[in-house]
């Protein structure tokens, strides 16, 4: 049974920092890609940053460029994404999406998803 599951979420201040980590189980990231995603309240999903099965990073929102890092652990099979100087505006819940094989822009062809963890940036 293929699973995702996030955790890492919370409450931090403009300029803080988070890790977000995606627990795989049911297939190996040897095997697959792993996208992030987010929602904002009232807004569409959007991708953030993906690692394909070659460990290939591909960068989808501009405005992370610099201070969001996806990074992936074979052995423990997860694939995490290092949140930092975070924004107000970077407030949502975050998704890990997975897919055989390569990163895609778009969420219709990911068929795996988990459950999202809340990233609340406030002072």
């Known amino acids: 049974q293929v699973q995702l599951v996030e955790s890492g979420g919370g409450l931090v201040q403009p300029g803080g920092s988070l890790r977000l980590s995606c627990a795989a189980s049911?297939?190996?990231?040897?095997?697959?890609?792993i996208a992030w995603f987010r929602q904002a309240p009232g807004k569409e999903r959007e991708a953030v940053s993906c690692?394909?099965?070659?460990?290939?990073?591909?960068l989808y929102a501009d405005s992370t460029k610099g201070r969001f890092t996806i990074s992936r652990d074979i052995p423990e099979n997860t694939v995490s994404l290092q949140l930092n100087n975070l924004h107000p505006e970077d407030s949502a819940v975050y998704f890990c999406?997975?897919?055989?094989?390569?990163?895609?822009?778009?969420?219709?062809?990911?068929?795996?998803w988990g459950q999202g963890t809340q990233v609340t940036v406030s002072s």
């Open positions: 690692i394909n099965r070659s460990g290939a990073i591909v």
């Open positions: 049911g297939f190996t990231l040897d095997y697959a890609a």
């Open positions: 999406a997975g897919r055989p094989w390569d990163c895609f822009r778009g969420e219709s062809v990911y068929p795996f």
